[in-house]
């Protein structure tokens, strides 16, 4: 594969990153919003490392939690969220007892209203789409797939030129993305199998098809807002013909 950049998502359980050893060679950090078991609380390290991320094009990940409804989900994640243009929503959480169509009810009520203030890019795999439907298609996902090739013995130690070579090997679009409800925007290639140089723990790798400005387009870093949705576009129009009515929530 070639014109891909690295991109990691980091959560309080890698403790101390050394940003420096990611300059040059890594160009986006996503960082856990919240762990939810036990009730939404926010991750411990998220804080510190957002801040130390601010040279990465930072986006936060958010946890989703079928334990609670999708407008609860949203008021944690509107009331925690710091200042930024796009968030990752992180859906691979199970609950048994809720039904596949209730669940995505309430996930599709969740994503509507993210997308009315943030790009929202869903993160799941083939695995998880099972449990709910449907899922929404208008939006990109981070898609995780993992590849023999990049899923070596737990913890092996890299440098940046040995993991560019097991990069250089894969195939775009990712094997099975002919299976995800959306546009695969970026891939996790690799579970929390490698540990990169600045890193003492083992991390999640993922690739994106482009350059380090077309990553940060992409997150909305261009200055661009978020896509309207279909029903804030038709209030949009209407209100051009002199329509004065609410805003569609």
């Given at each position: 594969?070639?014109?891909?950049?690295?991109?990691?998502?980091?959560?309080?359980?890698?403790?101390?990153?050394?940003?420096?050893?990611?300059?040059?060679?890594?160009?986006?950090?996503?960082?856990?919003?919240?762990?939810?078991?036990?009730?939404?609380?926010?991750?411990?390290?998220?804080?510190?490392?957002?801040?130390?991320?601010?040279?990465?094009?930072?986006?936060?990940?958010?946890?989703?939690?079928?334990?609670?409804?999708?407008?609860?989900?949203?008021?944690?994640?509107?009331?925690?969220?710091?200042?930024?243009?796009?968030?990752?929503i992180d859906t691979e959480v199970r609950k048994t007892s809720l039904s596949v169509s209730l669940y995505g009810a309430?996930?599709?009520?969740?994503?509507?209203?993210?997308?009315?203030?943030?790009?929202?890019?869903?993160?799941?795999?083939?695995?998880?789409?099972?449990?709910?439907?449907?899922?929404?298609?208008?939006?990109?996902?981070?898609?995780?797939?993992?590849?023999?090739?990049?899923?070596?013995?737990?913890?092996?130690?890299?440098?940046?030129?040995?993991?560019?070579?097991?990069?250089?090997?894969?195939?775009?679009?990712?094997?099975?993305?002919?299976?995800?409800?959306?546009?695969?925007?970026?891939?996790?290639?690799?579970?929390?199998?490698?540990?990169?140089?600045?890193?003492?723990?083992?991390?999640?790798?993922?690739?994106?098809?482009?350059?380090?400005?077309?990553?940060?387009?992409?997150?909305?870093?261009?200055?661009?807002?978020?896509?309207?949705?279909?029903?804030?576009?038709?209030t949009k129009w209407a209100r051009g013909l002199g329509y004065s009515g609410p805003e569609p929530t």
């Open positions: 594969m070639d014109n891909y950049s690295i991109v990691l998502d980091v959560w309080e359980g890698q403790l101390e990153i050394n940003e420096a050893e990611l300059t040059g060679n890594v160009v986006g950090l996503i960082v856990r919003l919240n762990d939810m078991n036990g009730g939404h609380h926010k991750d411990t390290g998220f804080d510190k490392q957002w801040e130390e991320a601010k040279n990465f094009s930072p986006a936060p990940y958010f946890v989703y939690n079928p334990w609670v409804s999708g407008q609860d989900n949203y008021a944690w994640l509107r009331a925690s969220i710091p200042s930024c243009p796009a968030v990752f309430e996930y599709n009520k969740f994503i509507k209203l993210c997308r009315s203030n943030w790009k929202t890019i869903i993160y799941t795999g083939a695995g998880f789409l099972d449990a709910l439907a449907p899922w929404p298609k208008d939006v990109d996902y981070w898609w995780a797939a993992y590849p023999w090739s990049m899923y070596p013995n737990p913890g092996i130690k890299v440098t940046w030129e040995q993991l560019r070579t097991m990069l250089d090997k894969l195939v775009w679009p990712p094997y099975n993305s002919a299976v995800s409800p959306g546009l695969v925007g970026m891939w996790q290639c690799s579970g929390d199998r490698i540990t990169v140089p600045g890193s003492i723990r083992p991390m999640d790798i993922s690739v994106f098809k482009g350059t380090q400005a077309e990553y940060r387009a992409w997150l909305g870093y261009d200055g661009q807002p978020p896509a309207l949705t279909w029903e804030q576009s038709i």
